[in-house]
């Protein structure tokens, strides 16, 4: 089984920064790919960004430039560093293993309970 903890969300102010952590335990943390998701209120779990274990990393448009996702593999452990904020980036973030498909689909095996970011203008 595998658990994925988020933390590090909370409330910033545009133009601010936030790191965000996923901590992972159970059988893991060779998982190959791990991403990250948001949710705002009454629209659709959107792709942020997504990192493989050979290194590749890749964004969602509309957070590309601003936002850069990292694994730390001894410590279990995927990052998404928030800069650059913007009021549009409210959302609970959601880390995720495992694609199911399309690494861009909001698919996986294994999600998180999210963490909320608050972005005030």
């Known amino acids: 089984q595998v658990q994925l903890v988020e933390s590090g969300g909370g409330l910033v102010q545009a133009g601010g920064s936030l790191r965000l952590s996923c901590a992972a335990s159970g059988r893991t943390f060779s998982r190959n790919a791990m991403g990250w998701f948001r949710q705002a209120p009454g629209k659709e779990r959107e792709f942020v960004a997504a990192s493989w274990r050979g290194g590749s990393k890749v964004y969602g448009d509309s957070v590309k430039g601003r936002f850069t996702i990292s694994r730390d593999n001894t410590k279990n452990t995927v990052y998404l560093q928030l800069n650059s904020l913007k009021p549009e980036d409210t959302a609970i973030y959601y880390c995720?293993?495992?694609?199911?498909?399309?690494?861009?689909?909001?698919?996986?095996?294994?999600w998180g309970q999210g963490t909320q970011v608050t972005v005030s203008s």
């Open positions: 995720a293993a495992d694609p199911l498909g399309d690494y861009r689909s909001p698919a996986y095996d294994h």
